[in-house]
């Protein structure tokens, strides 16, 4: 048996799909419902501009959402195209048609630039979640009878003739009791402004329980027109020609509320291969230590869909603060969540060069600029150039590193500096206060380290590594005694030493070095194995603690210029002196290099007492 025909979907099956799961937050309806007057009034002006329809009233096009808190309803008012009873038979009573694709199908030839919102015809059930009864009070533009549609989210509806005497629809919602927080109209104000701040039409906030003043007989009475509010042509939408940086600090403030200046922005601007306007602002950091927490909010047509969506915004550009508007965005039915295909993927690749762009411009020309701001923004850069390949092959060579005499270098411009004294590798300082002993002895001999004291340096320097094979990122405190000598040490007394500090630190283990230090301020230090002391770091992040019966690979390196060390050498201490002086050198090499156990905390403390004390005797 053959049998063919149409699906149908059934007002009792859809309705609470659409209450419970085609929208993740309630407060969407507002978003919803005002993007359709949105849409009506733009459907309206349309026709006018191309002379199908006139308009008779001469009113400035608005949206007013009226809250009446006693009557418990949400009114949204617009002066638009209207319905006539068989486009609410189309549009309203068969759910999912679009009303809005209808209308740019059938003018498509003459909508190059159209702002039309809706696309897919469920938008105004939306209004259910928060409603027990909805109700559509409209005149069309064409005139004929006022139409009121009144339905409670059950299978029926009612349609009788309405009160509206000019062109327009009121949508009327009457909230249902658990939703009474909307209500509010300071939290319905909030909504309004979250969803609708950049729609196209002037929106007003009316609170219909709110008693107007009367005025007092003698005295001159000053009525404050009422503001919209949003901003119907917002700056990221102008040509950046046509904004001042009063302008864009301006707009930074109002839509973030961070009144703290942005170092710089970026305007996006593009019309092909897909529309695309936006403002991305880089903050200034509160400190080196805080990873930048951004937000960048996206439009479709002026309509907000959502923050930091990581599909268009790559995650490292998340670390700035923008507005972001693409029309041409692949939304899914509930506008909350983008479809993913490859056309996101190049709207994500174009913001990413912009960015890159912008950088390198001001690398090249304000360099002066760009090396006050890369404090702030050296986190954001060292993030994209992990996260995005592409980004990091463009800006890798714009990365600046701060040396320890306050200078801003690229590695290029580092390792030709370096290149006579230690080719290819790059001396750092994770921690300057730790590790000073360390710099003091690097700028006593004229050499360069850079200071990478970030959380994301550890894993930077490791991507660097890897984009420059023969490039080695070396902690100040690692294999640095070659560099550090003025002649070659004499060697003669090593291995008593050696010997010594083996016996007495009973640590057979023990790599000591004799040192001629240019330095004679400093006795000893303590080197660390670089590769030694990442494998521990890697093992601490993930978690994994120490491996047994792997020790530090520390070096214990000894500078016979310093009278201490001599002594050692001449044996002219006592020889419970000598053994204070042999543990107290390591300890106090090792607290400029770590910080002590609280068992040999207590040890240095007490021979430090005995040391003291000897000096009366």
Avoid at 38 to 65: M, R, W
Avoid at 264 to 290: A, Q, R, T, V
Avoid at 416 to 445: G, P, R
Wanted: aromatic share 10%; net charge negative.
């Amino acid at each position: 048996m053959n049998k063919q025909g149409n699906l149908s979907i059934h007002s009792e099956n859809i309705f609470p799909i659409i209450k419970k799961w085609l929208y993740s937050d309630h407060d969407i309806f507002v978003r919803e419902i005002i993007s359709n007057a949105c849409d009506a009034i733009l459907k309206f002006k349309k026709l006018c501009d191309i002379g199908e329809a006139s308009d008779e009233l001469k009113t400035p096009f608005q949206i007013d959402v009226i809250v009446d808190k006693e009557a418990g309803t949400i009114t949204i008012s617009d002066n638009g195209i209207g319905l006539n009873e068989e486009e609410i038979e189309k549009y309203i009573n068969q759910i999912a048609f679009s009303g809005a694709e209808d209308f740019l199908s059938k003018y498509q030839d003459k909508m190059a630039d159209d702002q039309i919102i809706g696309h897919f015809g469920l938008g105004f059930y939306s209004s259910f979640m928060v409603s027990e009864k909805v109700q559509i009070n409209t005149l069309s533009h064409q005139g004929g009878t006022p139409l009121l549609w009144t339905c409670d989210g059950g299978t029926t509806f009612e349609l009788s003739e309405g009160t509206r005497t000019t062109r327009g629809t009121d949508i009327i919602l009457y909230i249902s009791e658990e939703s009474r927080e909307f209500l509010g109209f300071h939290n319905l104000s909030k909504i309004v402004e979250k969803y609708c701040s950049f729609m196209p039409v002037p929106i007003f906030m009316i609170d219909a329980n709110k008693a107007e003043v009367e005025p007092v007989e003698g005295e001159e009475n000053i009525v404050e027109a009422p503001t919209p509010i949003n901003e119907t042509l917002p700056l990221y939408a102008k040509q950046p020609s046509e904004c001042t940086d009063e302008e864009y600090k301006a707009f930074y403030r109002k839509t973030f509320m961070d009144f703290q200046e942005p170092l710089f922005w970026i305007h996006l601007n593009m019309d092909y291969p897909f529309k695309l306007k936006g403002i991305l602002y880089f903050p200034k950091s509160k400190n080196e230590f805080e990873m930048i927490e951004g937000k960048i909010k996206l439009y479709n047509s002026q309509v907000f869909v959502a923050e930091n969506i990581k599909e268009v915004i790559p995650e490292f550009l998340l670390l700035l603060k923008g507005v972001i508007d693409c029309p041409d965005l692949p939304l899914n039915v509930s506008r909350s969540f983008l479809q993913n295909d490859g056309f996101v993927k190049k709207i994500s690749d174009y913001i990413t060069k912009k960015v890159a762009d912008k950088l390198i411009s001001l690398y090249k020309k304000e360099n002066d600029n760009y090396q006050k701001f890369w404090d702030d923004i050296s986190p954001f850069i060292k993030f994209g150039c992990l996260r995005d390949e592409k980004f990091c092959s463009k800006m890798k060579d714009y990365v600046l590193y701060t040396t320890i005499a306050d200078e801003y270098l690229t590695m290029e411009q580092y390792l030709e500096l370096a290149k006579d004294v230690h080719e290819n590798k790059v001396f750092y300082v994770s921690d300057k206060t730790q590790q000073s002993q360390y710099v003091e002895l690097f700028k006593e001999n004229n050499l360069k380290a850079v200071y990478l004291p970030h959380p994301i340096d550890n894993a930077f320097i490791q991507h660097m590594e890897s984009q420059n094979q023969d490039v080695k990122f070396m902690r100040i405190d690692s294999d640095i005694s070659g560099i550090l000598g003025q002649d070659e040490a004499d060697k003669t007394h090593e291995e008593s030493l050696t010997t010594l500090f083996k016996d007495v630190l009973n640590n057979e283990e023990l790599t000591v070095s004799v040192e001629n230090l240019k330095s004679k301020n400093v006795a000893s230090m303590i080197l660390v194995s670089e590769e030694s002391r990442r494998m521990e770091e890697m093992m601490k992040m993930y978690g994994m603690g120490a491996v047994p019966n792997m020790p530090q690979q520390l070096t214990l390196v000894l500078n016979q210029n310093h009278p201490l060390i001599e002594s050692l050498s001449n044996h002219t201490l006592k020889e419970d002196t000598k053994n204070l002086v042999c543990e107290h050198l390591y300890d106090l090499a090792l607290i400029s290099n770590q910080t002590l156990s609280p068992e040999a905390m207590q040890k240095f403390l007490h021979r430090n007492n005995e040391l003291l004390l000897q000096l009366t005797k």
